[in-house]
């Protein structure tokens, strides 16, 4: 979880360093450096934090269930609930434009994750679980 500071600064103060932020993602232009500049700047626990919140939006623009989005991403329910409401008040409309011009591309990607540990849907060893499981209730069977 990441740690912010009890210290705030003021609303001024904030701004204008954030626009500096800003700043910096527009100097670092293509993907290549943007990709550098994260690396280098954000922790691994902020880059998954921000990675799960957009594969979040990217699931629940594509209607694909709060549970299932829980489950697969590893995500609170309360954060989901909490990006679900805003995205259904149109909090992310900037967001949700991306996700329609790209959407063939994030998809390919969330397949991957999602299917990660799933059996085959074809070919030699699709039941291979189902049996897995047999040989372990048999083995229970046995024992007693």
Request: aromatic share 12%; glycine share 4%; hydrophobic share 35%.
């Amino acid at each position: 979880m990441p740690h912010i500071s009890s210290k705030e600064i003021s609303e001024e103060d904030f701004k204008k360093i954030y626009a500096q932020l800003i700043s910096i993602f527009d100097t670092a232009g293509n993907n290549r450096k943007s990709n550098i500049f994260l690396r280098e700047f954000f922790t691994h626990t902020e880059k998954t934090m921000f990675s799960k919140r957009f594969a979040v939006l990217c699931m629940l623009a594509e209607g694909v269930s709060k549970h299932f989005i829980s489950s697969v991403l590893e995500v609170s329910p309360s954060t989901i609930d909490r990006i679900s409401t805003r995205y259904e008040q149109n909090k992310f409309p900037y967001v949700a434009e991306i996700l329609r011009k790209n959407k063939k591309t994030i998809w390919d990607t969330l397949e991957t994750i999602i299917t990660a540990g799933l059996p085959p849907k074809i070919g030699k060893g699709r039941w291979q679980w189902l049996h897995e499981i047999e040989r372990k209730q048999n083995r229970k069977i046995f024992r007693t």
